[in-house]
């Protein structure tokens, strides 16, 4: 079985390494995320050709996504997010590392729970950045999930009817990619598993997001921010939530929900 695992490092390595080259030369990863992204993709393709597969869905896909009316998005969440930069390696590593570490478990030892954690964490991280690519691109009038007020699109803890709907395509999208990469012939019972891990896990995003991530105020527009300079020139300040609880490490709790949430869920 380990001598099976000796080409998959070497391929996996290979086209993780072209592929984070590529974003890095295109700006959408700095150096330390070049490197992450590296190291994600080697760790995943131990899995198997479908784990490595998988992960060439979610960040093709989001990057897709993420240029789709990019400047429509730019314009109407600048009040509330950060300019779009580089990824660096905490938030590749907030995406995709518990995909990569319980790929390993599936690749060394083909634990079943290992895969189905895997993939569940990835259809969070995957269903996510659909709803918020897609919601803000659509120009749906999100709502917060906790008063139901309406919010700034990129406010976390925002839903809209179009973002929820890609939510639940890019669960179903990444279901598929599990059981295609699990076991032939088709898995309904893992397919659900995963699907509603990641549908779960999103929930959780949108709860953390709205309830305990840091929240930045600015006195000048009286407006809820991310950004530590408001659009206005002042600087905001942390008036909400706790400190450490920013973007990133609520996708990494939400990646971690909807991972256990699949293995819960599955009946063998």
């Known amino acids: 079985m380990f001598i099976d695992i000796i080409p998959r490092m070497l391929v996996g390595g290979t086209l993780a390494g072209l592929a984070a080259g590529r974003a890095a030369r295109r700006g959408q990863l700095t150096m330390g995320g070049e490197y992450a992204a590296f190291g994600v993709g080697a760790a995943s393709c131990i899995g198997g050709i479908g784990f490595g597969l998988s992960l060439g869905v979610f960040f093709y896909s989001s990057v897709l996504l993420s240029t789709w009316r990019a400047g429509d998005k730019r314009h109407r969440s600048r009040a509330v997010l950060p300019e779009s930069r580089a990824r660096n390696a905490w938030q590749v590593l907030a995406n995709g590392g518990l995909f990569a570490v319980a790929g390993l478990g599936w690749g060394f030892f083909g634990w079943w729970q290992a895969g189905l954690f895997a993939f569940g964490a990835l259809a969070t991280a995957m269903a996510d950045t659909w709803a918020t690519e897609v919601g803000m691109a659509l120009k749906s009038?999100?709502?917060?999930?906790?008063?139901?007020?309406?919010?700034?699109?990129?406010?976390?803890?925002?839903?809209?009817?179009?973002?929820?709907?890609?939510?639940?395509?890019?669960?179903?999208?990444?279901?598929?990619?599990?059981?295609?990469?699990?076991?032939?012939?088709?898995?309904?019972?893992?397919?659900?598993a995963v699907f509603i891990g990641g549908l779960a896990g999103t929930m959780v995003d949108s709860l953390l997001g709205a309830s305990v991530q840091s929240r930045r105020w600015c006195d000048e527009c009286a407006q809820w921010t991310e950004r530590r300079v408001h659009t206005c020139g002042y600087r905001s300040y942390h008036r909400s939530g706790f400190r450490w609880m920013d973007n990133d490490m609520v996708n990494l709790i939400a990646s971690l929900a909807g991972g256990l949430t699949a293995v819960n869920v599955w009946q063998p």
């Open 141 to 192: 009038a999100p709502r917060s999930i906790l008063s139901w007020k309406p919010v700034i699109p990129g406010t976390s803890g925002g839903m809209s009817a179009f973002g929820s709907g890609a939510a639940v395509i890019g669960a179903f999208v990444m279901a598929l990619c599990a059981v295609a990469s699990f076991t032939v012939p088709f898995d309904v019972p893992r397919l659900e």
